[in-house]
């Protein structure tokens, strides 16, 4: 697999731009066929000159004008930046690869989560098919409907291999590397050294990962010698919700204190000092639909809440 072959977005140009004489929006059509209509405020609110040196909006929506109507918009001689300028005779410069974000976004189809059990078999994609367009695919797209899926054929001589698999799907690391590094080994440390119970010789019971932090960790790389076990929360959240409401809704409203508390380990991660207090079940608001899942016994509290 080469170093870093992910396919960057921001390769993604400009075609053409119109302003739609009647709402006013800006309609773009991008160099891979994408087109995306954007609001006049949309546009002044990502503009670069609405940017701070840390990257911070200087000028909020509440802050800029309502009713801003574009009189000329244009596409930049590189291809990379639309150019608007407004009536008001104020000027946006928006980068064409933000904007193609949106628009992808916006594009893609709602997919149908499935539930994994017993009799699913579980999705396996080859290591060296990664490199290929396709084969990223084949992963991404398990991981959406599934949530799961396994890589075979790693290459046991590669102990970079993992985080390979990370920069194919991100494009850089996206382990917490403030609490871990980049990738790390789960071995069992000498007795006292132990910064987790993953290090030592105790059962690791079923877990999600990094329940202590407000951002939960959206996908998991490890390699080991046997599979599994797996459990599906988002299926076991559903059949709560079927065998016990009352239950399910007690999870979904009382917050539970999620806690990561350790310093003076003598091992290769860091001190830390993380709470975050989140019901174990968030639901969409719109659709009512699970979302997320936070499943971890022993790193949990009492609730916070009387």
């Known amino acids: 697999m080469p170093a870093n072959p992910t396919p960057h977005l921001d390769a993604v140009t400009a075609k053409s731009v119109r302003v739609s004489p009647c709402e006013g929006f800006v309609s773009v059509c991008f160099s891979d066929g994408l087109a995306a209509d954007f609001h006049p405020l949309h546009l002044l609110h990502s ?27 244009e596409i930049s001689s590189d291809l990379s930046r ?21 628009a992808v976004a916006w594009s893609a189809p709602r997919t149908h989560r499935a539930y994994l059990d017993s009799a699913t078999p579980v999705p396996r994609v080859d290591f060296d098919s990664l490199e290929s367009d396709d084969g990223l695919l084949s992963l991404l797209s398990a991981i959406d409907k599934w949530g799961l899926v396994v890589v075979h054929g790693l290459p046991p001589e590669d102990p970079n291999c993992v985080s390979r698999i990370a920069h194919r799907i991100t494009g850089h690391p996206s382990s917490p590397a403030h609490l871990y590094g980049e990738t790390f080994d789960v071995r069992t440390s ?6 987790n119970v993953a290090y030592t010789s105790e059962p690791l019971k079923l877990h999600c990962d990094l329940v202590s932090s407000c951002s939960t960790a959206s996908n998991s790389i490890r390699t080991a010698s046997l599979e599994g076990p797996f459990i599906d929360a988002f299926a076991a959240a559903e059949e709560l919700r079927q065998r016990n409401p009352e239950a399910f809704k007690t999870l979904c409203a009382i917050p539970a204190s999620f806690k990561k508390i350790r310093s003076g380990v003598k091992a290769e991660t860091f001190d830390a000092t993380m709470t975050f207090h989140a019901p174990h079940v968030t639901l969409d608001p719109r659709t009512e639909e699970v979302i997320n899942v936070r499943w971890s016994p022993q790193f949990e509290d009492l609730p916070v809440c009387r």
């Open 47 to 73: 503009s670069s000159s609405n940017e701070g040196a840390a990257r911070e909006k200087i000028r909020t929506i509440a802050e800029l004008p309502g009713d801003a109507k574009v009189s000329a918009c």
């Open 82 to 102: 639309l150019l608007v300028t407004y009536e008001n005779r104020e000027t946006a410069e928006v980068s064409v690869s933000l904007l193609h974000r949106y």
């Open 190 to 195: 000498a007795p006292g050294q132990a910064s």
